[in-house]
């Protein structure tokens, strides 16, 4: 098909042709064109359909504001649903298709939803879906879930990549129309750092669609001269392609940029888009304003717009929305339309003006004190019915209505920081009110200035002020005139008047919610969903508080307004997340065994960032029970070997390095000998355990303290606290070393014959000379300096080696090899987590954030003698009751049962409910050593609870089994072997 | 938004942990008759003023240390900022 509504004129390029598609059909445009301007040209109107009653549309503006014409874009992985057409910018081989019908767009079978559209009026969801209960789930969620939403996304990973990126200016000028211009071109010869953004492909704002001049060069000519002295500028970003979607803290702006949104695919290593953070010290808002409709009976046929977007279509694209056109005023904007589109050679079906002294014209009809009261044309406008001043009323012919209701300033970044908008009576609209961001200042039409010459001096005056320059430039002439304007906002009458397209609201909606008692503005738009669609009721939100106005007998101002959040238009999650997504979400941290470790085949978990190994999976095992259970029995058994080096790792040095881990442990460290190893349980001030470890005292002023892996962080954090806050004078110095050395555990039996042939003969690691808990700077391998500790998680023989960790690979290969001799076995955090719950020790199951140190068995270890971080409130009453929560072990009187985690215990007879819960399985595990299933529980008053039977429930997984109450400590509970 | 820290000079807030009430230095005397009321004021008692608020943040991603940020929560506007340290000093705290 040709372009038969392309004429004459406009910045789009003729000396290419551009093809593309729309639902399954080819057509061709030019660069310049958007997918709606192409489309027009092509005769297409139809672009697709209203959400609620499937009501064909086509689009009403020209513009982001655009509510109906939503299209999907790019097909397979890259499809974007929701996209305005108005915003696209053509390039060959764009794919779209409409969306939110039933077979062809012509024929949506879910139409049929607009015959029973009493049914569905304002509150309906409200009215509809509160009974029975029972109904939810299985018939309304679904349905709502299935309407909700016009497009559909792709369900497929986004082939394309988004960035972040950080700019700083002296000033920020946001919108590149004549205020924009203005301000930038005054900033830019000031020599200022200026940035300037535009939601546009093409700046120059509304100078690219009027038919205005600036001196002695046409609106156009003037925007694009300027934008090339901006260019030219050293000290300029010109960023077209580029909404400001937010104002925030402290002068700093989102920015998205389009980068290749207007392209075929993104070229080599570039990015969609980008999410911009500006920082300025000053901002000029030179949004312009949007136009607004009146709504009448069927005012939302496709090919009836908003007559700036009509003259944009015209004008600027060169693409006649139809070939014969009327016009529907309030004010002299249709005029400028109605000469703009005779100039054009576009038949004027006539000039509809509700003001009775309309101005004549000799070139076409001007119907003064008329209004439009229908509209006919099943899937686009075809006549319009006119109820002239007398109230006679006749059809007119036309393919298109431009309409004009008066300008809204886009005052939405000046509601970032709780601005709120004040009415302007002479305008007819909301302009920026309030407290505005602070540096912000608004100018040109976003201000209330609406003629060019207003935009103009506005804008080089806000320059002026922000960077105190003396003199205001010279301005070129422009016109000047006043906007004169009745206000008029709804056709009275019957049928339905559309406010919100987007969302299907019509006038009736607003007065349902009035008679209802909705009457606040919040309440109305909650209650009618005006304004809640992804345009945001950019053309009419200022509509339905007009008529809530007229229905409460207020004044608008009296009404109020609701405010505007960012995003200023809808925009991609995508280029929230940038480039942290998949595997770049969060770092990955791997040990230093991980390589070695992967080559063992071992089968890896993530424990915070970090990949540890989990087993390591032998030929034949099939499986992990069968080489987690060879991994405890080998260590029990001979020696084991396992990468501890994720614990966190936190050097305390200083004079009063023993004093601050009195106050950051509850139990006592100044009486530590030089040499030996602590275990410290850290509370919270408010009594909890927070997180346990060891201290191992180096030197007197040397410690080397251990926190849990996940807690490595926070415990930093929480020591830096009491360092700088609690005693900015201790003589203490801390530093995490976590990463700084490698650590491995080797325990069993014969960990000491291992470790003999690694540690250098001169450090003596016999059981006299280095006993349970001590600790030494060692030599090991021949000289390399390294620590060890003799501390045990497994309950075995163990010790803890620490080198430097560009050494950790090294180690773990020696200690392999001879260990060899002994049938060395590493062993993963499931081998670990079986030790260490057969031993009874805490982990992280246990140190749960609700537990106290008397929860955990520990509560003598809490000095009472000494002050230390949640001393005082772990003795609160509450905390200390006879029936607290003790750990217990627990062993199920069934050897074949198993005791899941999770589960709940209750009495062995009665009731199974929460108030008669008796505590919960905090860890369990198969234990190859004692050959049944055991868990570690917390039971009320449990200590004293040994030998009794209770049950243990888990309704969600159906189990209930006896298990019988026992120590924790379920395997050498005197540590015999630990001090072997 | 944006810390000026007393240091280091302007720096994003996303450089920074928040932690809350700057009165949270102010921890009490164990030693006192009165030492679990006033210990449970100051872990559970907070003010939460609609307007200037002293407040703990700590700079996590750059020097490790904690600021006393003097912020209206009701603009956001942040009006001083100093070394937590410094005022845990003046506070009496140093012995």
Avoid at chain 1, 445 to 454: Q, Y
Avoid at chain 1, 916 to 936: M, N
Avoid at chain 2, 67 to 84: F, K, S
Wanted: aromatic residues 8%.
């Amino acid at each position: 098909m040709s372009q038969i509504n392309r004429i004459d004129g406009g910045q789009i390029d003729r000396t290419q042709t551009l093809k593309f598609n729309f639902n399954a059909k080819t057509y061709t445009g030019h660069p310049g064109d958007t997918l709606a301007s192409a489309l027009l040209a092509n005769g297409v109107r139809l672009m697709g359909r209203s959400f609620k009653y499937h009501r064909p549309r086509g689009p009403l503006t020209a513009g982001s504001e655009e509510p109906n014409a939503l299209v999907e874009l790019r097909g397979g992985a890259r499809a974007e649903p929701n996209t305005r057409a108005t915003t696209i910018e053509l390039y060959n081989g764009l794919w779209a298709r409409s969306q939110n019908h039933l077979g062809p767009l012509g024929l949506d079978v879910m139409a049929v939803n607009d015959l029973f559209s009493d049914f569905l009026s304002a509150g309906f969801y409200y009215k509809t879906f509160m009974w029975p209960a029972a109904f939810w789930e299985k018939l309304y969620e679904p349905v709502i879930r299935r309407a909700a939403g016009l497009g559909a996304l792709s369900g497929k990973a986004d082939p394309d990549t988004y960035d972040k990126g950080y700019l700083h200016c002296d000033l920020l000028v946001i919108g590149a129309g004549p205020s924009g211009l203005m301000a930038a071109r005054t900033a830019a010869r000031a020599g200022a750092q200026v940035i300037l953004t535009d939601e546009d492909f093409r700046m120059g704002g509304r100078l690219n669609s009027e038919t205005l001049e600036i001196g002695e060069q046409t609106g156009a000519d003037w925007a694009a001269d300027t934008v090339a002295e901006l260019a030219a500028q050293p000290n300029v970003r010109l960023m077209p392609r580029t909404t400001s979607i937010g104002a925030f803290d402290h002068g700093i702006y989102g920015a998205v940029e389009r980068v290749s949104d207007h392209l075929h695919r993104p070229e080599d290593g570039k990015p969609r888009q980008i999410l911009w953070r500006i920082y300025t010290r000053q901002t000029i808002l030179c949004a312009g304003a949007t136009e607004r409709p009146i709504a009448f009976r069927n005012n939302d046929r496709p090919g009836i717009m908003l007559g700036s977007a009509v003259r944009s279509y015209v004008n600027r694209f060169g693409a006649a929305p139809a070939r014969q056109i009327a016009v529907f005023t309030n004010s002299d904007d249709g005029h400028k339309t109605a000469q703009d589109l005779h100039a054009k050679g576009i038949r004027v079906a006539g000039v509809i003006d509700i003001r009775k002294d309309a101005p004549r014209s000799d070139a076409y009809d001007v119907f003064a004190g008329s209004k439009v009261t229908d509209s006919k044309g099943r899937l686009g406008l075809r006549r319009i019915e006119v109820e002239r001043a007398d109230g006679t009323r006749h059809w007119i012919d036309c393919g298109a209505l431009a309409v004009s209701g008066g300008w809204n300033p886009n005052v939405h970044l000046t509601c970032h920081q709780r601005g709120r908008p004040q009415w302007n009576e002479s305008l007819a609209a909301f302009v920026p009110g309030g407290v505005l961001p602070p540096g912000l200042s608004v100018a040109g039409a976003a201000n209330g200035v609406m003629s060019t010459a207003g935009a103009l001096r506005s804008g080089a005056a806000a320059a002026c002020t922000a960077l105190s320059l003396k003199a205001m430039p010279d301005l070129p002439e422009a016109e000047d005139a006043p906007l004169s304007i009745t206000p008029f906002w709804h056709v009275a009458g019957k049928g339905r008047a559309w406010l919100d397209q987007q969302n299907d609201v019509t006038v009736k909606d607003v007065k349902l919610s009035h008679q209802e008692g909705y009457r606040s503005v919040e309440h109305l738009k909650r209650y009618t969903t005006l304004g809640m669609a992804t345009d945001q009721g950019k053309t009419s939100n200022v509509g339905g508080l007009a008529i809530l106005a007229e229905l409460a007998g207020k004044s608008i101002p009296d009404v109020g307004t609701t405010i505007f959040r960012p995003p200023y238009t809808p925009t991609a999650i995508g280029v929230f997340a940038g480039r942290s997504r998949g595997k770049a979400f969060k770092p990955t941290r791997k040990t230093p065994s991980h390589i070695w470790a992967e080559e063992q085949g071992a089968v890896f978990v993530e424990a915070g960032n970090w990949l540890r190994a989990q087993w390591f999976p032998r030929a034949g095992e099939t499986h992990w029970r069968q080489s987690v259970d060879r991994e405890v029995q080998a260590t029990r058994g001979s020696v084991g070997v396992c990468d501890v080096t994720t614990l966190g790792k936190i050097d305390v040095q200083g004079s009063d390095a023993a004093a601050f881990l009195n106050k950051v442990y509850c139990n006592g460290f100044a009486k530590l000998p030089v040499g030996r190893t602590r275990y410290g349980l850290m509370l919270r001030e408010d009594g909890i355990a927070m997180d346990d470890g060891t201290a191992a005292r180096l030197a007197e002023d040397h410690f080397v303290v251990t926190t849990t892996t996940a807690n490595a962080v926070s415990v930093y954090r929480h020591m830096e606290f009491v360092r700088q806050c609690l005693f900015p004078d201790m003589d203490v110095q801390l530093i995490s070393t976590t990463e700084s050395w490698a650590q491995f555990a080797v325990a069993g039996p014969n960990a000491r014959k291992v470790l003999q042939k690694i540690v250098d003969p001169s450090c003596d690691i016999s059981n006299d000379a280095f006993p349970f808990m001590a600790c030494a700077e060692i030599t090991l391998c021949g000289g390399l300096r390294g620590r060890l500790f003799r501390i045990s998680f497994s309950g075995e023989l163990a010790y803890e080696i620490a080198v430097p960790t560009r050494y950790g690979d090294a180690l773990i290969r020696r200690i392999m090899e001879v260990g060899a001799p002994y049938d060395i076995t590493p062993y993963g955090t499931e081998a670990l987590g079986v030790m260490r719950i057969e031993k009874g020790h805490a982990a992280g199951n246990e140190l749960n954030g609700t537990t106290t140190a008397l929860n955990l068995g520990l509560g003598r270890m809490v000095s009472q003698t000494k002050d230390s971080i949640g001393t005082v409130l772990s003795r609160r009453e509450g905390l200390n009751a006879p029936d607290a929560l003790r750990q217990v072990g627990l062993r199920p009187l069934d050897p074949k049962d198993k005791v899941p985690a999770g589960a709940h215990l209750m009495a062995a007879t009665g009731p199974v409910d929460a108030a008669h819960d008796q505590g919960y399985v905090t860890s369990a595990c198969y234990s190859p050593t004692l050959g049944h299933h055991i868990a570690l529980a917390f039971l009320k008053n449990g200590a004293e609870r040994l030998g009794e039977t209770l049950r243990l429930v888990s309704p969600l997984t159906g189990v209930e089994t006896h298990v019988e109450v026992v120590s924790p400590h379920f395997f050498d509970p005197q540590g015999d072997r630990l001090r072997a | 938004m944006i810390i000026n820290h007393p240091l280091l000079g302007p720096r994003d807030a996303s450089e920074f942990t928040y932690l809350g009430d700057a009165a949270l230095i102010d921890r009490p005397d164990p030693d006192t008759a009165t030492a679990a009321r006033d210990f449970y004021e100051y872990q559970y008692l907070r003010d939460n003023p609609a307007g200037t608020l002293r407040e703990l943040w700590y700079h996590e991603a750059g020097d490790r240390a904690w600021l006393v940020v003097t912020r209206n929560t009701l603009t956001h506007e942040i009006t001083h900022v100093e070394l937590a340290r410094d005022v845990a000093r003046k506070a009496g705290r140093s012995t």
